[in-house]
């Protein structure tokens, strides 16, 4: 059986980093949405749905909530294109802050996986907090936000090629280090 982390990682990884890419300036948003649909979204779903079948509850955890959120997220941009209601900055900080309160405990809890997995987690919640004070204050920290998580989002895919590569070479070529907690 694969390990349904790849695609889970993969998802979020590439997501996150196109979503940076726009709020760098570099990118419009319709790539954005299409991956934050399929990609991001139900990928990231399915592979938490296989995470649970092997009883890793901090991948079912993450990859099903992380794939809400870029459904979620998709769903307040298409709503806001239909304008069947357009999300101000303070609704959408206020989603970016429960997302943040989530990925604190996430963040905890990956203290315990490994050292790669708690840094990507480390600067996903420094990521949501500058969103979240860009959001509902000052908005140059969006752009900081979106270099600081294009980090993340590479971290994200250092974890999937490691799981990928190690698996193939049959060693550990790609080390991701021991947990910060025992």
């Known amino acids: ?3 349904p982390a790849v695609v889970g990682l993969a998802g979020f990884g590439l997501t996150t ?3 940076q890419l726009h709020n760098i300036g570099v990118c419009g948003l319709g ?3 299409a991956m934050g649909i399929v ?13 649970q079948k092997l009883g890793n509850n901090f991948g079912y955890s993450a990859f099903v909530s992380y794939g809400s959120f870029w459904i979620g997220l998709s769903v307040i941009w298409i709503l806001n294109f239909l304008k069947v209601h357009e999300t101000s900055h303070t609704e959408l900080g206020l989603y970016m802050l429960v997302w943040t309160l989530y990925t ?6 990956s203290l315990y996986v490994h050292k790669a997995m708690a840094i990507t987690f480390g600067l996903l919640l420094i990521g949501f907090v500058l969103l979240v004070s860009g959001l509902l204050g000052n908005p140059a920290l969006i752009k900081v936000a979106g270099y600081e998580l294009i980090i993340c989002a590479l971290g994200a895919w ?6 990928i590569i190690n698996d193939l070479a049959g060693k550990k ?8 907690i025992r």
């Open 17 to 19: 980093l196109l979503l």
């Open 1 to 3: 059986m694969g390990n």
């Open 39 to 51: 990609f991001g979204g139900l990928a990231q779903m399915i592979a938490g749905f296989q995470e």
């Open 173 to 180: 070529i790609i080390p991701v280090g021991k947990a910060f």
């Open 158 to 163: 250092y974890m999937m090629a490691a799981i």
């Open 31 to 33: 790539p954005v949405l």
């Open 104 to 109: 604190s405990i996430m963040f905890i809890a």
